[in-house]
């Protein structure tokens, strides 16, 4: 599988499905950009739907096919 495509700038409030769910934690949504003293991204926080936990990313690591798909699927 190729890598995901993502434009940094539109990250906020994207939707995304973890390929492989823990927790039934399946839905997530991007409810924060951190940004270094340059202004690149450098993380996202991730919010689960199901159950509202927040997690703290590496933006990358959503380019990864293997665990993350763009959208609710």
């Known amino acids: 599988m190729?890598?995901?495509?993502?434009?940094?700038?539109?990250?906020?409030?994207s939707k995304w499905t973890a390929?492989?769910?823990?927790?039934?934690?399946r839905h997530f949504l991007v409810t924060e950009l951190h940004h270094d003293d340059d202004g690149r991204l450098l993380a996202v926080d991730?919010?689960?739907?199901?159950?509202?936990r927040s997690e703290r990313?590496?933006?990358?690591?959503?380019?990864?096919?293997?665990?993350w798909q763009m959208g609710w699927k």
């Open 2 to 13: 190729t890598p995901t495509r993502i434009n940094p700038r539109k990250l906020l409030l």
């Open 19 to 25: 390929r492989a769910p823990q927790n039934r934690e």
């Open 46 to 52: 991730l919010q689960a739907v199901l159950t509202g």
């Open 57 to 67: 990313l590496d933006w990358r690591r959503l380019q990864d096919p293997q665990r």
